[in-house]
């Protein structure tokens, strides 16, 4: 009996002991299909997009879930140094990031329908060439405005960056600090590539003359401003203005003929834990109806499949044939040394330069537009404020590639120049408009 007891306990112990490891296994492979059912997606959009993507997946694809991890996409490539395996899609308007995480090998190959979905705008690829990563959207650069506002100045609506250096504009232009405001940088290079760089500057210049600088004191690049109608025009992007039209402010947009449109970008990471789920999510995202979603009234951006633009009626058209091709690793390569450029040159001393022009603009409305010396005053407070041959300088980007080496000796010594610079061509301007007023 003894033995008999000793035995049925010992078979008790070994049955609970694969009873506990079948409850083991069955967790684990309910974790598993739970991991397998879930797709993280990491990005900077907004709420009221991820959502539309997040439903319209969901419902597509039963029992699979999005869990959205949002990160500005400033900080996004530190978070994902400490975040390995961790995620399965990167989905963001921030090109520079897909690029080096395609250069640390971070991404896994898509496969794209090259035909269904261009790779350039304008000659300017907004895909990766070998396809690590797809545009998912483009942001367009352009002008947003106030119908009331305009009507109240009996202004037609702008639909050029020149018509913002008109003297009827004074007082009632908003402009980006590109040091300051994250999409700016690439909005003055539109300009600067656009129209070339001594006349971009010379644009730049007469715009920043007639208004306020976004960016600057308490004055917000995404604030209401053109909304509420206190200025009538702003150069902004896209989003902006179509977040105000959708809230019901009498804002319209514009994208001026030479303008540009930066890319959105979706990927998928080498160590996503749930690589099939990324790829539907892609395919999706990517797809007519996913593409779609991006017309919605709410949301209101451009999207990338070509065949979107010949069946539904949109207000810009970014494939065709005269688009401004934009050269970004231009852009991002100076990217920091026109900042500096721009700041010493327009921001340093704005209300001086805003009046200045203001005297000027009324000087050559008053007849005198030919005379020697309004001509020399413009020329003055028009210049760039470099060379266009001396910004080709590698050793100068450099210098001013990093906000770090702001004390770094060649950037100290340049700034201390340009400033020199800026202050005599601003005096000569100033004595130049008063021996005109004589």
Same mark, same amino acid.
């Given at each position: 009996m003894h033995r008999t007891t000793l035995h049925s306990t010992g078979m008790r112990v070994t049955v609970q002991r694969l009873l506990a490891l079948a409850v083991l296994l069955a967790l684990a492979a309910s974790g598993a299909a739970r991991a397998g059912d879930r797709v993280r997606v990491l990005t900077s959009y907004p709420e009221e997009l991820t959502v539309r993507y997040q439903a319209a997946f969901e419902a597509r694809h039963p029992g699979k879930r999005v869990e959205i991890l949002w990160r500005q996409s400033a900080d996004a490539l530190a978070w994902l140094r400490r975040q390995r395996g961790q995620v399965d899609v990167y989905w963001a308007p921030a090109p520079g990031n897909f690029a080096a995480l395609r250069d640390q090998r971070r991404l896994l190959r898509l496969e794209l329908d090259r035909e269904a979905l261009p790779d350039a705008v304008g000659g300017s690829p907004i895909s990766d060439a070998e396809g690590y990563f797809a545009a998912f959207e483009l942001v367009g650069?352009? &002008?947003?405005?106030n119908r009331e506002a305009l009507a109240r100045l009996g202004l037609e609506a702008p639909l050029e960056w020149r018509e913002l250096a008109a003297a009827a504009y004074q007082g009632?232009? /908003?402009m980006p600090i590109p040091g300051r405001v994250g999409f700016a940088p690439a909005l003055v290079e539109a300009l600067l590539q656009g129209e070339g760089w001594d006349a971009g500057w =010379?644009?730049?210049a007469a715009i920043a003359g007639n208004g306020a600088l976004a960016g600057r004191g308490g004055n917000r690049a995404d604030a209401d401003d053109v909304a509420a109608g206190r200025v009538a025009a702003r150069m902004t992007i896209d989003f902006f203005a179509a977040r105000a039209i959708a809230d019901g402010a009498p804002v319209a947009f514009a994208y001026p003929r030479r303008t540009l449109y930066n890319p959105a970008q979706i990927a998928i990471f080498a160590d996503a834990p749930n690589p099939a789920g990324a790829r539907a999510f892609v395919d999706f995202a990517l797809s007519d109806a996913g593409q779609r979603l991006l017309l919605h009234?709410?949301?209101r951006r451009l999207p990338v499949r070509? =065949? $979107?633009? $010949?069946?539904?009626?949109?207000p810009a058209q970014p494939f065709a044939s005269d688009s401004l091709g934009y050269d970004g690793e231009l852009g991002r390569a100076r990217q920091g040394l026109v900042a500096a450029l721009f700041d010493i040159a327009l921001v340093r001393r704005n209300d001086e330069l805003v009046e200045l022009w203001r005297r000027l603009q009324q000087a050559e409305g008053g007849g005198q537009a030919q005379h020697p010396a309004l001509l020399r005053a413009r020329q003055l407070l028009s210049a760039a404020p470099m060379a266009l041959a001396e910004q080709a300088d590698?050793? $100068? !980007?450099q210098a001013f590639a990093n906000p770090t080496t702001a004390s770094e000796p060649l950037r100290t010594r340049r700034e201390a120049e340009w400033m020199a610079a800026v202050d005599a !061509? &601003? =005096?000569a301007a100033r004595a130049a408009? !008063? /021996?005109a007023a004589r």
């Open positions: 650069y352009g &002008i947003a405005y009632q232009v /908003q =010379a644009l730049l009234p709410d949301v070509k =065949a $979107l633009y $010949l069946s539904v009626e949109l590698s050793e $100068l !980007r !061509r &601003i =005096a408009l !008063r /021996q």
